[in-house]
């Protein structure tokens, strides 16, 4: 299927061509009926030469130009019309210049009521004002009352084989151009399906909450799934009609993010007006608007839109009824602009027309925002490969400044290195370690082998004389103090294998244990604790834990009476 908009001033045919081409009326309203003037958006459809076309019917009164916008807006291709027997009209240009700000570049311009006047004049001015917009050079078709419509048939088959292919498997995002209530079936909406698939029994998102698709239909039919490109009516399970407005968007869930601030790249002739109305899709929301630079701008949206980058759109001066710009979204997240300086180095970032990724980002918020989704995929993150050499770089020289202030630390813990790093998340880190010798244990970064520090190593060389001369003999505090070794300290011994820690502030060498063993064994077994420490020549306070710890490693079992034996 493909979808096709009109576009032109009020009463030059727009809506008798929809009739003459498909055969229905295409308005629906009484009001519509009776002042012969199209108020709202119209549908109608045909076959031709095997292709589907669905004609989006737009009033052409300066009154109902947001209607028109929110018609032409998802809408690739226009039928331009022009009345001979009128020529150019101001709507004409407002319609042109609407289309233009969208960038629409799939046109045929259908010069009407050419049976009551020579349709040349009309169709040169409107090819001469088209010439420098985005319709360029349309085809142009003259049609009168009662001439053959083939020619106009055949321009719209070779207008729709030149439009790109949609994605069927894109994320869903269907603006709601129309909302009603059928008796017995409940809430229903339309809209031009652009990109992804419908189906019966999805769950979308609508204004933030879940719903559910009760039915579809497609050109009138009921479906059980609809890809895009498709004009579709969707009845929602228990939704109550007064929740949706035009303007809304069915979204794929999780897709898209919700955004009342964007930078976007505009182009207009003057200044901006600072209070516009952007239009994007079938939405139509008042924002305020910052120039940044010549050709871009931040806009706040006083209601939040699910927006991507790429998006395109229009900016209206409802009070001076004209287009002010055509706009692009250059970034849905922009960072904020409170430092002396950021929004002049802001404008120069959006002069290139784009602007960088996230360096570190989930995939799933890429995806939402329309970055592309290149780089490193690390979990559900994706990382520059630039922004993570500088973070091991950086992670190095963070290293080493906290050993510096701490050089008997077992190690920096990973989320203090994560947040100097600016890493968002701890499952990053080992990714910025890479290749740096420095290792991640027990919540810990450290480097393998780093050796103590040399006063650390003085004060033990020092403990290790009194151990060979009294091997058993564990250090008083006041000792310890002496030497310098604080907690901190003798914990970094006992990590870097120089000391034993039997119990708090008793410490032996690291082969008392297999000493004491070796000389219990030659007591009469088994033995008791005192027996124990006068073999070992040493104080109750450093027997009962080593003999413990003998107990522990097996060298030693205890019998019922808590004498042990040597195993």
Do not use: Y
């Amino acid at each position: 299927m493909h979808v096709v908009a009109t576009a032109g001033h009020v009463d030059h045919g727009k809506s008798t061509l929809v009739e003459r081409l498909t055969g229905t009326w295409p308005d629906r309203l009484a009001e519509e009926r009776r002042r012969g003037l199209t108020i709202e958006l119209s549908f109608a459809w045909t076959e031709i030469d095997g292709r589907l076309l669905a004609f989006v019917d737009v009033p052409g009164h300066e009154r109902f130009v947001p209607n028109m916008l929110a018609g032409v807006g998802p809408v690739p291709a226009v039928v331009f019309v022009v009345a001979a027997d009128e020529g150019w009209m101001p709507q004409s240009a407002e319609h042109l210049a609407a289309l233009d700000a969208l960038g629409v570049r799939h046109a045929l311009l259908v010069v009407t009521k050419a049976d009551l006047a020579d349709p040349g004049p009309a169709a040169r001015s409107a090819l001469d004002r088209m010439a420098a917009t985005s319709l360029g050079s349309p085809e142009v078709v003259p049609v009168g009352r009662g001439w053959d419509l083939g020619p106009l048939r055949r321009a719209l088959c070779a207008m729709t084989d030149r439009l790109p292919s949609p994605d069927p498997a894109a994320d869903v995002r269907l603006w709601v151009d129309r909302a009603f209530t059928v008796r017995g079936a409940g809430t229903v909406v339309t809209g031009t399906l652009v990109g992804g698939t419908l189906r019966a029994g999805d769950e979308l998102e609508l204004a933030g909450e879940r719903v559910s698709v009760r039915g579809l239909q497609s050109l009138g039919t009921d479906e059980t799934e609809v890809s895009a490109v498709a004009r579709v009516a969707v009845n929602l399970r228990g939704v109550d009609r007064q929740r949706v407005r035009r303007g809304d968007a069915l979204l794929t869930p999780g897709a898209w993010m919700p955004t009342s601030e964007v930078d976007v790249a505009v182009r207009a002739d003057g200044d901006l007006h600072r209070e516009l109305v952007l239009h994007l899709g079938a939405a139509a929301v008042p924002v305020r608007v910052r120039p940044l630079g010549t050709d871009a701008a931040r806009l706040r949206l006083r209601s939040p839109l699910p927006l991507r980058i790429g998006d395109v759109g229009l900016l209206r001066d409802p009070g001076e009824h004209r287009i002010a710009a055509g706009i692009s979204v250059l970034d849905v997240r922009p960072p904020r602009l409170d430092r002396r300086g950021a929004a002049r180095a802001r404008a120069a970032e959006l002069a290139a027309g784009r602007v960088a990724p996230p360096p570190f980002a989930r995939f799933s918020e890429l995806r939402a925002m329309g970055f592309p989704l290149a780089g490193k995929r690390i979990g559900e993150w994706i990382v520059d490969d630039e922004a993570l050499a500088r973070a091991r770089d950086e992670a190095l020289s963070r290293f080493a400044e906290w050993s510096g202030r701490d050089p008997v630390a077992a190690g920096m813990p990973v989320e203090a290195l994560r947040r100097v790093l600016r890493l968002p998340a701890a499952e990053l880190v080992p990714a910025a370690l890479d290749g740096t010798g420095l290792v991640i244990a027990d919540g810990l970064v450290r480097r393998p082998g780093a050796s103590l520090p040399p006063r650390v190593l003085a004060a033990l060389n020092r403990l290790d004389a009194g151990f060979r001369e009294h091997p058993f003999r564990a250090p008083e505090a006041d000792d310890l103090a002496r030497l310098g070794l604080g907690s901190r300290e003798l914990a970094a011994a006992v990590r870097a294998g120089r000391l034993t820690r039997l119990a708090d502030g008793v410490f032996v060498a690291p082969a008392a244990a297999t000493a004491a063993a070796a000389e219990l064994a030659r007591l009469p077994q088994p033995f008791t604790v005192s027996e124990a420490r006068r073999a070992l020549d040493t104080t109750r306070r450093v027997a009962v834990p080593l003999l413990e710890l003998l107990d522990a490693r097996g060298l030693t079992t205890r019998e019922p009476d808590t004498r042990r034996r040597v195993v």
